[in-house]
């Protein structure tokens, strides 16, 4: 159950894309570059002890370009003896791929184009119009013959732009004309069912699309962004802090959309509230109590004090002080998860000069029983906690920081300090190179909105964080701002539903989910690298066999186990040392034994 993944030279820019997404939906791949005689003389080896469940050709003419004729019968006849199909990529029409020549070639930008009956088939949790994104090449062919050639998209004029071409000898390909990134969004919604078809339904991996929210200083004020100034104004009495009325909007939205807001919370907030405003009570914590089970709760430290240069008495005063303060007013705080403030105590190497990791952090957390602790995935840090500021991971890979996992959350660029539209893109016009800054408020959107959405897509687990300003309304119902996470999370679920169907909604892992999720996908890469553990096809099972002494969760799609999810059963399974059986979905089971 390993796919080959196959190019001329390795550097096809559709190999890449393809690596991207088998990577990150955890399917077994070995690439190989046939212009290497050494990798064709493997391609071959491995054909000859199945070692390959389907193959993926960077393009049409991989083949072609570079073994010789008696290699590519071998190649055929034992992709027919295997029953074995193949995705062409990226290919140009030719009779070989029983299609006639091209009547055009060009840009496909912004191009809509349809499911046909048999598309619905292979992509059941797409719906409506697919639109290409800029940056897509393609040829417009209509099939040589519709016995041979079922379309599964079609361009507006009938051409066939991607589609199952069954040749005379029994095998079956899936011929893509169109170029396709691994950063556009049509060919992440097209890649689930490609795959799906590639392996017959059943294969090492797994799709869903997530989106986690994180709404962090909760029950702080913020500051706020004077846009007459063009700077961060710090005066308290023009901080920005949720009322009732934000907390009953910020309720009634997420019941409408399905989706869960995680406040990642501060009791000192609250606490300062009530002094500053010689109030016996809060009205903001009273609300949020009123809709404590509509919304997650993330630890934030009580005061969200600065932890880079603190003893460690300190930082486990500021987690354990917070744990005991939403035990006492009633919140249930998500156990062993926490932010720290502004991400500090970890290293920063994006600061001028790098800042190093608080020492103290990593025993903090461990006497304190953290298991999950938050970072910026757009930022460098060290690979482990000992290591010297000059070693970077990139930037979104999780490290460890003592005992705890180090999350990466996706930043926005709606800015902390602003509640309206206005503040927003002023900020940012100020923050950001005149080339990158958005001409509005609208731009803001529309580019925000598609950097999240593709991440929804992509398979990516990794929460999505904001600040509580963000959920701010403005006074007297301005029309031009307030809430602005809404109007922007509202703009990824248009496109989020216009796209995808029912049956694949979106997933929202809580923080300790993410991370099980992300420890999973770590071991499970380590378990292929190291070559212990192997799964094998049969007629009605999968078996796999680990080979080491621990026990590993795999991804697997197409087995009875598991939830439904965009068409077909997938889940996490965990194989024991030794072989695990798992019986194949039923309804795989007839369309295995009749191929």
Not at 85 to 111: C, E, F, I, K, Q
């Amino acid at each position: 159950m390993k796919i080959g993944l196959l190019g001329v030279s390795g550097e096809e820019p559709s190999l890449r894309a393809w690596g991207i997404a088998l990577e990150r939906a955890g399917v077994p791949f070995e690439e190989l570059a046939l212009a290497d005689e050494r990798q064709r003389r493997l391609l071959i080896a491995r054909l000859c002890s199945a070692g390959f469940q389907a193959l993926i050709l960077a393009s049409g003419d991989v083949l072609d370009a570079t073994v010789s004729s008696s290699e590519r019968h071998t190649v055929e006849a034992l992709e027919r003896m295997l029953g074995i199909r193949s995705l062409v990529a990226y290919a140009y029409p030719t009779p070989a791929h029983g299609l006639r020549a091209a009547a055009s070639a060009g840009p496909l930008d912004g191009l809509n184009v349809a499911l046909t009956e048999r598309g619905r088939d292979v992509f059941p949790y797409l719906h409506g119009p697919l639109a290409i994104d800029v940056g897509s090449w393609g040829y417009l062919a209509v099939p040589l013959s519709s016995e041979r050639f079922e379309a599964l998209v079609s361009a507006p004029d009938g051409s066939a732009l991607l589609g199952i071409h069954r040749l005379q000898d029994g095998r079956e390909q899936m011929i893509q004309t169109f170029a396709a990134n691994a950063g556009q969004a049509h060919a992440q919604l097209l890649r689930h069912g490609q795959l799906r078809w590639v392996t017959r339904g059943t294969y090492l991996g797994l799709e869903r699309n997530y989106l986690s929210l994180h709404v962090d200083d909760v029950l702080l004020a913020n500051h706020s962004w004077n846009v007459a100034t063009h700077s961060t104004d710090a005066n308290p009495a023009a901080s920005i802090r949720m009322s009732a009325d934000d907390v009953s909007r910020a309720a009634r939205w997420s019941r409408s959309r399905g989706l869960r807001l995680d406040l990642v919370c501060n009791g000192a907030g609250s606490a300062s509230h009530r002094v500053d405003q010689r109030h016996a009570t809060d009205p903001l914590l009273d609300a949020l109590l009123g809709e404590r089970e509509t919304f997650g709760w993330i630890n934030h430290t009580y005061s969200h004090v600065d932890l880079d240069a603190v003893p460690r008495a300190t930082i486990e005063t500021e987690i354990e002080r917070n744990v005991r303060w939403a035990r006492r007013v009633g919140i249930e705080l998500e156990p062993r998860a926490l932010v720290t403030g502004a991400h500090t105590g970890l290293a920063n190497l994006a600061a001028t000069p790098p800042r190093a990791a608080n020492p103290e952090l990593a025993s903090a957390l461990d006497a304190q029983r953290i298991r999950f602790i938050a970072c910026d995935a757009s930022r460098p840090y060290p690979p482990s906690a000992g290591a010297a500021a000059r070693e970077q991971a990139s930037p979104g890979t999780p490290f460890w920081v003592g005992p705890a996992l180090a999350i990466p959350r996706h930043p926005s660029d709606l800015p902390f300090d602003a509640a309206t539209t206005q503040q927003a893109v002023d900020r940012l016009r100020r923050q950001s190179s005149s080339d990158h800054a958005p001409r509005d408020w609208q731009q803001l959107v529309s580019a925000e909105a598609w950097r999240i959405f593709i991440a929804v897509i992509g398979n990516d687990p990794r929460p999505h964080y904001f600040h509580q300003s963000n959920l701010v309304g403005c006074a007297g119902g301005d029309p031009a701002g307030g809430g602005l996470l809404y109007e922007l999370i509202d703009a990824v679920l248009h496109q989020y539903h216009r796209s995808v169907g029912a049956n694949a909604p979106i997933v929202q892992p809580s923080f300790g989910e993410i991370g099980r999720l992300l420890l999973w996908s770590t071991a499970w890469r380590a378990s292929l690298a190291a070559g212990s553990i192997s799964a094998h096809l049969g007629r009605s099972r999968v078996t796999i066999v680990n080979r080491a002494r621990d026990p590993v969760h795999l991804p697997l799609t197409g087995a009875a186990a598991g939830a439904r999810y965009g068409g077909t059963r997938s889940a996490w399974i965990l194989a024991r040392p030794g072989a695990t059986v798992v019986a194949l979905e039923p309804r795989l089971l007839s369309a295995l034994r009749g191929s």
